[in-house]
């Protein structure tokens, strides 16, 4: 049974950085498509970016096209979110999730696997 920890979250200032890790236990992940969710309070987890078994595809949220890059290392086992230029807006609870279709889509409903989170707070 795959499992997925979240890791690199944390506290930044508006226009920083941060990397997320979503490490991979259990099964390997190239088998899986990976997304990164994100839910802040008092709203609904939204899509952030997907990224294709062999990494060839992703697709992004309008709202971090050019800010933020998946990526994934599938001989680790690890999915990666790179995070810049940070804004407010951006603060969440981040999840990454996996999907054995394979459909690398931004729609919650086809992942089946999905990790604890791990917080990202933007503020000066």
């Known amino acids: 049974q795959l499992q997925l920890v979240e890791s690199g979250g944390g506290l930044v200032q508006p226009g920083g950085s941060l990397r997320l890790s979503c490490t991979a236990s259990?099964?390997?992940?190239?088998?899986?498509?990976i997304a990164w969710f994100r839910q802040a309070p008092g709203k609904e987890r939204e899509g952030v970016a997907t990224?294709?078994?062999?990494?060839?595809?992703?697709n992004y949220a309008a709202s971090v096209k050019g800010r933020f890059t998946i990526s994934r290392d599938n001989a680790k086992n690890i999915a990666y979110l790179q995070m810049n230029r940070l804004e407010p807006e951006d603060t969440a609870v981040y999840f990454c999730?996996?999907?054995?279709?394979?459909?690398?889509?931004?729609?919650?409903?086809?992942?089946?696997?999905w990790g604890q989170g791990t917080g990202v707070t933007v503020s000066s």
């Open positions: 999730a996996a999907d054995f279709e394979g459909s690398a889509l931004l729609r919650a409903s086809v992942y089946d696997h």
């Open positions: 990224i294709s078994r062999a990494g060839s595809f992703t």
């Open positions: 259990g099964d390997t992940l190239d088998l899986y498509a």
